[in-house]
C-alpha cells in the first residue's frame, strides 16, 4: 500500500508539513572486501550475493587484483618443477579476474577497480605485508606498469563494453602513505604512478573515471608531511591529554591535488580512508592508541568537502574507500551490537557528505593475517566467516529500507518516503547518552566490550504521522541486547572456538530472531510511534508489503 502525493492528503509529522529533502544511500553505494583472489570462493561469492540482496550495495573494492595469485602479469612461465622459463615478452591472462568480475556484475553490482598491488616480477621490493605476501612497492619499469594497467582496461572494455566500465571508478592503489607496508617508496614516486596511471586509461577512453590517493588516514600532526613518514612528529600527539581538540587533516590530499592541477592531470575522484581511530608513537617509541570522538567522520568528511570545494577539482566526486569502527581485524567491537548502533549513527549523519563511504568488509572471509581464530574473532565482515549475520549487517538492511527523501531528522533517528512509491519508513536508535559523545573504540577481546551494555538510559521515541492511507501496516524490527545480539550468544555457550552443525544453527537462529511486530495508521490515516528503546537499540519501521 502506497500513499499517493498528488492527490491523496499531505503527510504530516508532530502535526507539522515536513520539508522534503534528498537522502542519499550513501551507505549503499560500496563495500569492501579483503582481496580478489578471495571472491574465488563459493562462501565469498554465496555472502556476497546475500548482502547485495539484502542492503543493496551497488559496488565493492578490494586489494590484490594484480597479485601473483590472480596470475595477471607474467614474465616467466613454468610447469611447477624447477625454474620458470623467461617468456620474450611479458604475457597478460585475465581469466581468474574475469571470474570475479563477471560474479560481481552477475549479483547486481560493480567493481569499484584498485589498481594493485605491483606483480612479484614488476616489484623493487616483494613481499612487503600479509600473509600473502602482496608486493607494494614502485615498479621496476614504470612503462610496463602503464603497459599492464593499459592491457587490463583494454580487456575489461573489451569483455563487458565501453558503456559499462564508464561506470566503473578507477582507485590508484591503496594507502601508499603507509610506508614501508603499502608503499615502499616516497610521496612524489606514488604522484608519478598516479601520473602514469591516469594518463594511460585517459588515453584509452576520456569517459573513464580515475581517483586517488587512496590515503589513510587523518592526522593531526606532520608525521606524513615530507616525502616518507616522520615518526618523531608523532610524539606531542602521543602524548597529548585531548586528542578530540587537535587539528585532524587528511593525509596527503591537499598535495595531491596541487601536484595534480601544475601537471593538468585529471581527478575525477579523491578517495582516502576514515577511521574514528589512530595511533601514534611517542618519544619512547611505544605506540599510543587513539579512539576519537563520535562525530568525528562527520567532522573530517566537512573539512575534506570543503578542500575539495576550494581546490582545482570542485566537481570532484569524494568516495571514503574504507570506514569502519576501527582498522583493525582483530577488534571484538566490530562483531556487537555496540558497532551496529554507532555505524547506524554516524551515517545517517554523514549521508550528504560524500559520494561513497565503503565499509570495510561486508565478510569476515578475509585474510591479511591469516584466517581468524573463532567464528567471532573480530573481524570486520557484516557477517561472519560462516555466513552469519552480525548487528552490524541488520543496521545495513534497515538503512536499505530507508526512502530516499528525508521528511525529519532527530538526533534519535529519520523518516522517510520513498520518491518512486511514495512508502513511508523510519529508522531509530539509542546511542546512550552516557557515552557522552566517545565513540564505541576497540576491544581485544568480547568480555572487554560488554562493559558497554551498561551504559544508558532508554529513549523514549515518540512521533505522529498522519496522511497515510486508512490502516496502513508497518512492520516494526528491533535490534537490541536481546534480540540479533549474536555474539552475545556465542558468548554465553562458553565462546567455543569450532562450532558444531547444531551451535552454528542455533547462532544462525539468534542472529535472524529480532523482535517484529506490527503497526497500523489508525482510521483516519494516523501512524503512532511510541517506543522505550533500550541502550544500543536499532529501530525500524516500514510499510509492509
Not at 36 to 41: F, Q, T, V
Not at 382 to 403: Q, S
Not at 408 to 437: C, H, I, K, Q, W
Request: proline content about 6%; some cysteine; glycine content about 8%.
Amino acid at each position: 500500500m502506497t500513499h499517493d502525493l498528488s492527490t491523496g492528503p499531505r503527510l504530516r509529522i508532530d502535526g507539522d508539513l515536513p520539508e522534503e529533502t534528498a537522502l542519499p544511500h550513501v551507505w549503499a553505494e560500496c563495500v569492501g572486501a579483503g582481496r580478489a583472489n578471495e571472491a574465488l570462493r563459493a562462501d565469498w561469492q554465496r555472502q556476497f550475493g546475500e548482502v547485495v540482496d539484502a542492503c543493496g550495495f551497488r559496488y565493492v573494492r578490494f586489494h590484490g587484483v594484480f597479485h601473483d595469485d590472480m596470475f595477471v602479469y607474467r614474465e616467466s612461465y613454468g610447469h611447477g618443477f624447477g625454474r620458470n622459463t623467461p617468456l620474450p615478452e611479458p604475457v597478460y591472462t585475465f581469466s581468474y579476474v574475469d571470474k570475479v568480475f563477471d560474479f560481481i556484475l552477475e549479483a547486481g553490482a560493480r567493481p569499484f577497480v584498485e589498481l594493485g598491488f605491483m606483480p612479484r616480477e614488476l616489484a623493487t621490493v616483494p613481499e612487503t605485508v600479509f600473509w600473502w605476501g602482496a608486493h607494494c612497492s614502485p615498479p621496476k619499469d614504470m612503462a610496463r606498469w602503464a603497459e599492464l594497467v593499459t592491457r587490463a582496461v583494454e580487456h575489461w572494455i573489451g569483455r563487458y563494453g565501453l558503456a559499462e566500465v564508464r561506470e566503473w571508478r578507477f582507485e590508484v592503489w591503496n594507502e601508499p602513505n603507509l610506508v614501508p607496508h603499502f608503499w615502499t617508496g616516497t610521496k612524489t614516486e606514488y604522484f608519478e604512478l598516479y601520473e602514469q596511471t591516469v594518463t594511460a586509461i585517459r588515453k584509452i577512453d576520456p569517459g573513464l573515471k580515475v581517483g586517488g590517493p587512496a590515503t589513510s588516514v587523518f592526522v593531526p600532526d606532520d608525521r606524513y608531511r615530507g616525502e616518507t613518514e616522520d615518526r618523531s612528529a608523532m610524539h606531542a600527539t602521543a602524548g597529548a591529554s585531548d586528542v578530540d581538540s587537535l587539528d585532524w587533516r587528511p593525509v596527503w590530499v591537499e598535495d595531491f591535488l596541487d601536484w595534480c592541477a601544475k601537471r593538468e592531470l585529471p581527478v575525477d575522484f579523491v578517495s582516502t580512508h576514515l577511521y574514528p581511530t589512530d595511533f601514534a608513537y611517542g618519544a619512547d617509541g611505544e605506540a599510543v592508541h587513539i579512539a576519537r570522538y563520535a562525530d568525528a567522520t562527520f567532522d573530517d568528511l566537512t573539512l575534506l568537502r570543503d578542500l575539495v570545494a576550494d581546490s582545482a577539482f570542485p566537481e570532484a566526486e569524494i568516495h571514503i574507500t574504507e570506514w569502519s569502527t576501527s582498522p583493525s581485524a582483530r577488534d571484538f567491537v566490530h562483531d556487537t551490537l555496540f558497532a551496529a548502533t554507532f555505524v547506524t549513527r554516524a551515517y545517517l549523519k554523514c549521508a550528504t557528505l560524500a559520494d561513497s563511504i565503503s565499509y570495510w568488509t561486508f565478510t569476515d572471509v578475509f585474510e591479511e593475517g591469516g584466517a581468524g581464530l573463532g567464528p567471532f574473532h573480530g573481524g570486520f565482515g557484516l557477517v561472519n566467516e560462516g555466513g552469519i549475520p552480525k548487528p552490524t549487517f541488520h543496521a545495513f538492511r534497515m538503512l536499505e529500507r530507508l526512502g530516499d527523501r528525508l521528511l525529519l531528522a532527530t538526533a534519535d533517528g529519520v523518516v522517510t518516503r520513498n520518491s518512486r512509491t511514495s512508502a513511508v519508513s523510519a529508522l531509530f536508535f539509542n546511542y546512550p547518552d552516557e557515552m557522552a559523545m566517545r565513540s564505541v573504540g576497540s576491544a581485544g577481546s568480547y568480555p572487554a566490550t560488554r562493559a558497554l551494555a551498561e551504559r544508558g538510559p532508554a529513549r523514549r521515541i515518540r512521533h505522529s504521522i498522519s496522511g497515510l492511507a486508512p490502516g496502513t501496516p508497518f512492520l516494526v524490527e528491533v535490534l537490541d541486547w536481546e534480540h540479533g545480539n549474536v555474539a552475545e550468544a556465542w558468548h554465553q555457550l562458553g565462546s567455543p572456538l569450532n562450532l558444531s552443525r547444531a551451535q552454528s544453527e542455533y547462532l544462525r537462529d539468534v542472529a535472524g530472531s529480532l523482535r517484529r511486530f506490527i503497526l497500523a495508521a489508525s482510521g483516519d490515516g494516523t501512524l503512532e510511534i511510541d517506543a522505550d528503546l533500550p541502550p544500543w537499540a536499532v529501530m525500524s519501521v516500514r510499510q509492509a508489503v
